[in-house]
């Protein structure tokens, strides 16, 4: 069963604490050990000190040197002159070390082993934490992508049912309608896909592809949005030119990366979207380059992460989910090949790239 959010939360910070506690106490430990031993040490000097004066005394009293050397081994006897020997004030620093030694190498361990742990848990209390705003995000994304599109169709309706329009109104008040139930199906796809990757539901059947057709297909559908928003597609692919792929997942690939130029570049006010392929090391390399609002450089791998999408959503102007690249990126490594994206910068336009495994090229 799944804990709620904060209440895992709550252990989570309690296990955090515990292990703060467990390191405490091992470094409380390591300096009890320290002091103990060096305790022992000058206890036992002492003791070695309090011997000197014993065996002076006994000197004193006519003892010989051979008895008082067998009482005290640890001492040195010559005369009238008694000292520790060095050997034995040796041996205790010898032992003292040895122990500290072994302290060390048992609490460093356990320090290694709950810094390793609290550096662990703090990462996936950050991770939850930003994976629970990405999807606080999402749920505004869509919901802001949800009211647009049925504000539109509600519009639409009443102005049909309310006036009489001509034939050339009609077609345009039906386009529009049509084009907000396929915004509104192209959402609800991508929340279908992302959940049908994650649990391992999409089946996929590669087979030789024309790399070529494939663009023209998605693009029939997608000229008119792209002339709408004042963004040119410039397309350079040959047919001849194959790849092994699953034809559908390869359409969904070049959909969601030439949606995402062209929604990018309609923010930076119109631009072009550029189409380019060729056979590389074996692999089919499909560069979507658009001009563009852009992107830091250091965000490339983030942005295909799920629900990721830079700044605040309600104060976005542009539209999307977070989804349509991540889905790109997990599609990619079912079918074996290779997505990453660059770019200089904000406002200085991206380029994404996708590689398929290569299949024999079609005779013109």
């Known amino acids: 069963m799944r804990l709620p959010f904060a209440t895992t939360r709550a252990v989570q910070i309690g296990l955090l604490f515990l292990l703060l506690v467990s390191l405490a106490q091992v470094l409380w430990w390591s300096l009890d050990q320290w002091l103990y031993t060096t305790q022992i040490r000058e206890r036992l000097t002492e003791l070695y000190e309090g011997d000197v004066q014993a065996a002076q005394a006994m000197l004193a009293e006519g003892a010989g040197d051979a008895t008082v050397q067998s009482l005290f081994p640890h001492l040195t006897v010559a005369g009238e002159r008694v000292r520790i020997r060095p050997e034995a004030l040796a041996s205790l620093d010898s032992e003292r070390f040895h122990r500290l030694r072994r302290y060390r190498w048992e609490g460093g361990f356990f ?3 709950l810094v390793v742990s609290m550096a662990v848990l703090w990462r996936t209390m950050r991770h939850d934490a930003l994976l629970r705003q990405r999807q606080q995000n999402f749920i505004a994304a869509v919901s802001h992508e949800f009211k647009s599109p049925l504000a539109s169709l509600q519009l639409s309706a009443e102005t049909m049912a309310l006036r009489q329009l001509s034939p050339e109104r009609t077609r ?23 959940s049908r990757l994650e ?20 693009l029939s559908a997608l000229d008119r949005r792209a002339e709408e928003a004042g963004v040119r597609v410039e397309v350079d692919v040959r047919e001849t030119l194959m790849m092994r792929a699953d034809p ?26 550029e189409l380019g392929a060729e056979e590389k090391n074996g692999f089919v ?19 295909f992460e799920k629900f990721y999408r830079p700044g605040n959503e309600l104060r976005r102007t542009s539209t999307g989910t977070g989804l ?15 997505v990453k994206a660059h770019s200089d910068g904000p406002g200085k336009g991206a380029v994404f790239t996708v590689s398929w495994p290569a299949a024999p090229e079609m005779e013109t």
């Open 111 to 113: 320090i290694a082993v």
């Open 248 to 273: 559908v997942a390869a359409r969904t690939v070049v959909k969601n990366l030439v949606e995402n130029a062209v929604k990018a570049t309609a923010a930076a006010g119109g631009g072009r979207v």
């Open 199 to 218: 649990q391992g539901q999409m089946e996929l059947n590669p087979e030789p592809l024309s790399l070529g057709l494939t663009v023209s297909t998605v």
């Open 324 to 338: 349509g690249l991540f889905i790109v990126h997990r599609l990619m490594e079912h079918e074996k090949g290779r």
């Open 285 to 303: 390399e499909l560069a979507v380059r658009d001009t563009g609002i852009g992107f830091p450089p250091q965000e490339s791998r983030k942005l």
């Open 172 to 194: 345009v008040l039906v386009r529009r309608i049509l084009d907000d139930v396929q915004r509104m199906e192209d959402m609800a796809s991508k929340i279908l896909n992302t």
